[in-house]
Each structure stands twice: as C-alpha cells, then as structure tokens.
C-alpha cells in the first residue's frame, strides 16, 4: 500500500469533502482516504490497482481541483 496527500483546491465545505472522501472510498483499491486539514485529504491506495492520478480525477469529478502535496 501507498499513502499520499492530496490538496483539494480552496477549502470545501464539510459536505464536499464528505462527498470527496465517499467517492475514494468507493474506489477499488483504497484502503483508506480520511481528511488531515480544512483541504488535504490522506489516502492509502493498492499501486497496483489505482495511480495517483486516478485519486486526483475522481476528486475532480466531484467538481473540485486537487493535487498532490
């Protein structure tokens, strides 16, 4: 497993970023994806199943910006 940080671009209210770390969690491949500031979230992911790319897209596809810290 790999961890990395992520920035979510500006500060999301507490919805969006449930609504960020709901959509990780679903992902085939995340251990873990848990919020470590107003706009960082942490998150273990199998580097055989997923990218660090892969975690930056679905955070955009919940409608913010993100990337890697």
Request: net charge negative; charged share 20%.
């Amino acid at each position: 497993m790999n961890r990395v940080l992520l920035g979510v671009r500006g500060e999301p209210t507490p919805e969006g970023m449930e609504r960020i770390l709901s959509a990780l969690r679903r992902l085939p491949g995340v251990a873990e994806a848990q919020a470590v500031g107003p706009a960082q979230i942490q998150v273990e992911y199998d580097p055989q199943a997923l990218t660090v790319m892969d975690l930056i897209r679905t955070v955009r596809e919940q409608g913010f910006l993100a990337g890697m810290l």
